[in-house]
T-cell receptor, first 113, second 118 residues
Framework: KQEVTQIPAALSVPEGENLVLNCSFT??????LQWFRQDPGKGLTSLLL?????REQTSGRLNASLDKSSGRSTLYIAASQPGDSATYLC????????????FGRGTSLIVHP | GAVVSQHPSRVICKSGTSVKIECRSL??????MFWYRQFPKQSLMLMAT?????????EQGVEKDKFLINHASLTLSTLTVTSAHPEDSSFYIC??????????????FGEGSRLTVL
């Protein structure tokens, strides 16, 4: 059974810092990995999708990498802003028939001015 | 990105009544939809997986007779909470997988529905 762990659980940083959020998974036979952000009381917004054949994806100040062999993904946020404050979740879709995404518990990020 | 519309965003109902929540993919066909429940400050709890034209697959511990899921078309899935009780009060979120990506298609989420049962 796939298990997804996100470290750290919470992070508070001053504006302008570059950040790295970590996501690890136990079963490397994945189809894809997706990063989301969730604002309080809202649904999830898709940030980046990395297919199993890819090593990284970039969108603006965000860069996500994938290393299947070590079971890790990182989300890099450059020049953080207060508007980046949210909970960031990673979801891993594993092969094996169900194609059901497994979510980590998220990293709660606060960027203060 | 693609849009998933979830309605209503907030609903308050009396104990014993039924509530229906709709989830629509607006600009893509969703071969699979997922329904989640989220408790305060916790991650998502998968309730069921819904494939168009077939019965939903429920996770262990989720009562299928209480949480009725219908996936009538490639763009619409509904969750009906039957005979709602205060303990059903929660945040319910749907997700749709973009069929253009096949089984590894991107997931898109609705904005969630806050259910309060009095």
């Amino acid at each position: 059974k796939q298990e997804v762990t996100q470290i750290p659980a919470a992070l508070s940083v001053p504006e302008g810092e570059n950040l790295v959020l970590n996501c690890s998974f136990t079963d490397s036979a994945i189809y894809n990995l997706q990063w989301f952000r969730q604002d309080p009381g809202k649904g999830l917004t898709s940030l980046l999708l990395i297919q199993s054949s890819q090593r990284e994806q970039t969108s603006g100040r965000l860069n996500a990498s994938l290393d299947k062999s070590s079971g890790r993904s990182t989300l890099y946020i450059a020049a953080s802003q207060p508007g980046d404050s949210a909970t960031y979740l990673c979801a891993v879709t594993t092969s094996g028939g169900s194609y059901i995404p497994t979510f980590g518990r998220g990293t709660s990020l606060i960027v203060h001015p | 990105g693609a849009v998933v519309s979830q309605h209503p965003s907030r609903v308050i109902c009396k104990s014993g009544t039924s509530v229906k929540i709709e989830c629509r993919s607006l600009d893509f066909q969703a071969t699979t939809m997922f329904w989640y429940r989220q408790f305060p400050k916790q991650s998502l709890m998968l309730m069921a997986t819904s494939n168009e034209g077939s019965k939903a697959t429920y996770e262990q511990g989720v009562e299928k007779d209480k949480f009725l899921i219908n996936h009538a078309s490639l763009t619409l899935s509904t969750l009906t909470v039957t005979s709602a009780h205060p303990e059903d009060s929660s945040f319910y979120i749907c997700s749709a997988r973009d069929g253009r990506g096949g089984l590894s298609g991107e997931l898109f989420f609705g904005e969630g529905s806050r259910l309060t049962v009095l």
